[in-house]
């Protein structure tokens, strides 16, 4: 219509949004809260605004990322802080009436979930347990990865040393032993039934080299197992107690790492076999968040940012 773009979002800022006569302006970069929007279950999450500042929000479930999603934004990670804000701002009532809230590993939202919302029940979300299992996985293929990579460049040198052509084992699929490593980073995120054709060879040719990395991916796909059946919380902890009896069998250190992660967060872990309850909504804000700012490429006034980011979801 002829209006300059710069001119508009000037005359939006300054008049026509009420951004000048917003309630909680003075204290928008340090937390923002919404204590009409707390529900019985809640998420919390962190998330980056602007150059990689972080940003703990917490939201309601119940509203699924839409109008009244936001509780609490608030500055940071600093769990006293976000004690102190919450405390001040939400009544006794408010606090009390959360019965359960999903996180992922992070001591500083446990210590704000426990402090804050003495009754809500803790769930670790599954997703963020099945990561450190994935990460495993692949920290394991990562170094077999080096290892080729360092013996082909030590081959070539050695090829061209006594002048003669270099040419690197092939297995039977066409890949070579970097490529095998390298191209077998997905096969290994996904369970078996899944794999195309290719990748069930690619699968096989790997684990017969690298019988370690087959051990991993067994016992991360046992992990994934559990966490897919539809159990009860008992029947979970048995599942659970046979899982760590195979990592105390397996010969891999970072799965050790893994079973005392566990045991430091297990109550909080087999949680989520009451009612299966995930993160998924915190990270799906988190994704329209990241969507948000992409429009507006990248975030130079965070004041502002936050103002119409609550205006759509607080």
Not at 58 to 68: A, E, F, L, V, W
Not at 263 to 289: D, G, M, P, V, W
Request: with cysteine.
């Amino acid at each position: 219509m002829g209006v300059d773009g710069r001119n508009f979002q000037r005359q939006y800022k300054n008049t026509l949004s009420n951004f000048s006569d917003w309630s909680q302006k003075d204290h928008a970069e340090d937390y923002l809260v919404y204590p009409k929007n707390i529900g019985y279950c809640l998420s919390i999450d962190e998330t980056a605004l602007s150059n990689g500042e972080l940003y703990t929000i917490i939201t309601n479930k119940s509203k699924k990322g839409k109008k009244g999603s936001i509780v609490g934004v608030f500055k940071g990670t600093q769990a006293q802080d976000i004690i102190k804000f919450i405390k001040t701002n939400f009544n006794d009532q408010q606090r009390r009436m959360v019965k359960e809230v999903t996180l992922d590993m992070a001591n500083s939202m446990n210590l704000i979930i426990k402090k804050c919302f003495p009754k809500a029940t803790l769930v670790i979300d599954r997703f963020h347990v099945q990561k450190l299992a994935c990460d495993v996985v692949q920290d394991t293929r990562i170094k077999y990865r080096w290892e080729a990579i360092d013996q082909d460049n030590q081959q070539y040198k050695l090829a061209k040393n006594e002048q003669r052509e270099y040419k690197p084992f092939v297995f039977e699929n066409g890949d070579t032993r970097k490529q095998l490593l390298a191209r077998s980073r997905y096969l290994l995120f996904k369970p078996s039934h899944k794999w195309t054709e290719s990748q069930t060879q690619r699968a096989e040719i790997l684990f017969q080299n690298y019988p370690d990395i087959e051990q991993a991916y067994n016992l991360s796909h046992h992990l994934y197992l559990i966490y897919s059946r539809n159990i009860t919380k008992p029947v979970a902890m048995t599942h659970l107690a046979q899982w760590f009896n195979q990592i105390e069998n397996a010969d891999i250190p970072s799965f050790q790492i893994l079973k005392r992660t566990f045991e430091n967060h297990y109550e909080n872990i087999i949680n989520f076999f009451e009612n299966r309850s995930t993160n998924a909504a915190a990270e799906s804000f988190n994704a329209k968040i990241k969507d948000f700012r992409r429009q507006f490429r990248g975030v130079s006034d965070v004041k502002f940012f936050l103002f119409r980011l609550t205006k759509i979801f607080a």
